[in-house]
């Protein structure tokens, strides 16, 4: 299945042209996709609801979106209040339907200067032919590693919790003439999961080895709660490639901030990952991952 990761800069381009549109169309095709930086009401993207302008755009798939923050942008007309809320957050899409989503408001730094905003992770359930999968699009803080490693540890610990917590319901309906569970059968959250985003951070990085530990005595090391970078378990190796340019101290530099970690019972699925370079619909290049999860049969999920 093809795994899309993008942060498309609220449609803005590295061109200064803002069209959502050119998104939309470098993402189309992708099984699953995860976005970052989508807003909805916001005066620099003309008030465009745009989650609701990608769905039209791209129509054969499934969506979820999660604000990071919430604020008023509601008007007045016509002598009543019209209800608006302006948000910014994360998005997923997918071929396959979403059989369940929850949103996870991240740990978050007060801070005097630069501005800092509320970041988030949307999580999102999908019954894939291997098997259930929670995927992630989630967005790290930027200004500080502290800050990340702090986000970091509170979606790990979310993580290895996950099959014992449940999904959004569980045990069985006492009271069925309230038909809580819609006539279904409770939902899985299984430990299987897939994080894609923008984590603001390079590999070797303290927030990533956070992730996928500091270099293991053996090399193939996958724990059955944890996850390893998907360039790093690849099948066709990843040539050397980059998410981000941005010029710092005179000098452009070519940074992967853009990542693909699998847990550990997907690190032998992974087939090919690498990332659209040079595209301008954002500052962010899309992250593309190509992972098996077709074959039935995730060991742990």
């Known amino acids: 299945m093809k795994l899309i990761s993008y942060n498309i800069q609220y449609g803005y381009g590295s061109d200064g042209r803002y069209d959502p549109a050119r998104s939309a169309g470098l993402v189309d095709g992708a099984d699953i996709i995860a976005l970052q930086e989508v807003e909805r009401h916001w005066q620099r993207s003309n008030e465009d609801d745009q989650p609701e302008i990608l769905s039209r755009l791209l129509p054969d798939y ?30 997923v899409l997918s071929k396959l339907p979403i059989v369940w989503s929850r949103l996870h408001a991240l740990p978050l730094r007060r801070t005097l200067r630069p501005l800092n905003t509320r970041n988030a992770a949307l999580e999102c359930m999908i019954r894939t032919p291997a098997g259930p999968v929670r995927v992630l699009s989630l967005h790290l803080a930027h200004v500080a590693a502290e800050e990340r490693l702090e986000q970091i540890d509170y979606l790990l610990a979310e993580h290895r919790r996950a099959p014992s917590d449940g999904g959004p319901w569980s045990g069985v309906d006492d009271e069925p003439q ?11 959250n299984p430990l299987a999961a897939i994080w894609l985003g923008d984590f603001n951070m390079e590999p070797g990085s303290a927030e990533h080895r956070r992730i996928v530990g500091s270099t293991p005595y053996h090399r193939g090391a996958a724990y059955i709660d944890g996850f390893v970078d998907a360039a790093a378990v690849a099948k066709e190796p990843a040539s050397d490639f980059h998410t981000h340019e941005k010029i710092i101290d005179g000098r452009l530099a070519k940074r992967r901030l853009d990542h693909c970690f699998v847990g550990g019972m997907l690190a032998e699925r992974v087939r090919s990952i690498g990332a659209d370079i040079g595209e301008v619909a954002s500052d962010h290049f899309p992250l593309r991952v190509d992972i098996d999860l077709e074959t039935p049969g995730i060991a742990g999920g």
Do not use: L
């Open 62 to 91: 499934y969506w979820a979106y999660g604000p990071a923050f919430d604020m008023d942008a509601s008007q007045k007309r016509d002598g009543r209040i019209v209800n608006r809320r302006r948000q910014f957050g994360t998005m």
């Open 178 to 188: 309230r038909n809580w569970s819609n006539g279904q059968p409770e939902p899985e």
